[in-house]
C-alpha cells in the first residue's frame, strides 16, 4: 500500500528530525485516500512536521499556529476513535495518540511561556506500548 510506505517515511523522517522531508513524504498520502478520519490524521502529522520547520528556521509564531492545528486535528482523530465513532485508520494504528498529544501540549504551553525556539525539542512520535 503506498499510503503505508509514505506514512513510515515520513515518520522516518520526522523521527531523524528532517521536519521537511517528513511534511513532503506525508502530504501524498494524505491526498491519496478518501477517509475522512485517515485524511485528519495525516494533516495532523503534517502540520506537526510543519510545527517543527518553524522551530528549526527560529519562528515562533508558525511553530505555535502548526502545533495548534497538529493537535486539533490528530484531537480529532483521537476523540473519535475514543468514542467508537470512528474505525481508525489501519494506516497508524500503533500511535499513541493521547501521549502524543500530551506532548504537543507540552510544546505549546513551552512556546507560550516564552521559551526561545532554539531550546524547543521535538517529542517522539509516540507508539502503542502494545503494538511496538
Known amino acids: 500500500m503506498a499510503r503505508a510506505a509514505a506514512f513510515r517515511a515520513g515518520?522516518?523522517?520526522?523521527?531523524?528530525?528532517?521536519?521537511?522531508?517528513?511534511?513532503?513524504?506525508l502530504e501524498p498520502a494524505w491526498m491519496g485516500t478518501a477517509d475522512l478520519l485517515e485524511r485528519e490524521?495525516?494533516?495532523g502529522l503534517i502540520k506537526l512536521a510543519a510545527g517543527f520547520v518553524h522551530v528549526v528556521r527560529g519562528r515562533p509564531a508558525g511553530a505555535t499556529k502548526n502545533l495548534r492545528g497538529a493537535r486539533d486535528r490528530l484531537g480529532r482523530v483521537a476523540d473519535a476513535l475514543g468514542s467508537g465513532r470512528g474505525h481508525g485508520p489501519e494506516v497508524g494504528a500503533d500511535l499513541d495518540l493521547p501521549a502524543l498529544l500530551a506532548a504537543i501540549d507540552a510544546v505549546l504551553a513551552s512556546l507560550e511561556a516564552?521559551?526561545?525556539?532554539?531550546?524547543?525539542?521535538?517529542?517522539p512520535v509516540a507508539r502503542r506500548p502494545d503494538r511496538r
Open 41 to 43: 490524521l495525516y494533516q
Open 11 to 25: 515518520l522516518a523522517a520526522y523521527e531523524r528530525g528532517d521536519f521537511f522531508l517528513a511534511h513532503e513524504l
Open 114 to 123: 516564552g521559551t526561545p525556539v532554539e531550546r524547543i525539542v521535538a517529542p
